[in-house]
């Protein structure tokens, strides 16, 4: 298995643009979440889903951050309009509900917006 | 307000001794504790974990301990070598799994020959 695949491995765009960044689960994991790691707050949760549902987005920062989960097999976090206090690195993770293993964590997408 | 604290930014460890790295936690509802273990550039990997209804739970020369009273626990690692130098973040999770992780800051473990 190749893991969990995000993209862009890495973003640099300016302020105001919009930034889609990407993430595709294992094979098989039905749980999806969306982290932000930053040196103040460290991995914070912003949104997971459960069979492409969203189940808690509370971890949003604001209205200008959605993420979707059109198939088991793909997600997007969107930023619109992006803005420098969002450079960060985001991790995209699976995992399959009632395992104890953990979640499998992508690489990451390092986003800097000047 | 944080409800997984890792009070030690950093941590330095001569090679082939024992590093101990410490995690305390607020939520009674937490039945469940990992840890991560991370490398620069890449995502957080899964290192052990551990049921709230065990006291101890071991993995070759990782240990994780805990003690739900004082609600804490601790990874310890034995003996230490060079290539477990990375950021250990400790997370903990309610609802049996079917919720997210709510992680630690991490603590940066460095080992020394």
């Known amino acids: 298995d190749a893991g969990v695949i995000q993209s862009p491995r890495h973003e640099v765009t300016e302020m105001g643009q919009e930034v889609t960044l990407r993430c595709k689960p294992i094979?098989?994991?039905?749980?999806l979440f969306w982290y932000r790691q930053t040196m103040m707050r460290g991995l914070e949760l912003l949104i997971y889903?459960?069979?492409?549902?969203?189940?808690?987005d509370s971890g949003m920062p604001e209205d200008r951050f959605s993420a979707k989960m059109p198939n088991a097999s793909f997600s997007t976090l969107k930023i619109q309009p992006s803005e420098p206090r969002d450079s960060a690195v985001y991790f995209c993770?699976?995992?399959?509900?009632?395992?104890?293993?953990?979640?499998?964590f992508g690489s990451g997408t390092r986003l800097t917006v000047v | 307000d944080q409800q997984v604290k890792q009070n030690s930014p950093s941590l330095s460890v001569q090679e082939g001794r024992i590093s101990i790295l410490n995690c305390d936690y607020t939520?009674?509802?937490?039945?469940?504790f990992l840890w991560y273990k991370k490398y620069p550039a890449e995502g957080p990997t899964f290192l052990i974990s551990?049921?709230?209804?065990?006291d101890k739970n071991e993995d070759g020369r990782f240990t994780v301990f805990l003690n739900k009273s004082a609600k804490h626990l601790s990874l310890h690692i034995v003996p230490s070598q060079p290539g477990d130098s990375a950021v250990y973040f400790c997370?903990?999770?309610?609802?049996?799994?079917?919720?997210?992780?709510?992680f630690g800051k991490g603590t940066h473990l460095i080992i020394q020959p």
């Open positions: 993770a699976s995992s399959f509900t009632g395992t104890d293993g953990g979640y499998t």
């Open positions: 939520n009674s509802m937490f039945d469940y």
């Open positions: 889903f459960n069979n492409n549902v969203p189940i808690d």
């Open positions: 094979s098989g994991h039905n749980s």
């Open positions: 997370a903990a999770r309610s609802g049996g799994g079917a919720d997210g992780l709510t």
């Open positions: 551990i049921s709230s209804i065990k």
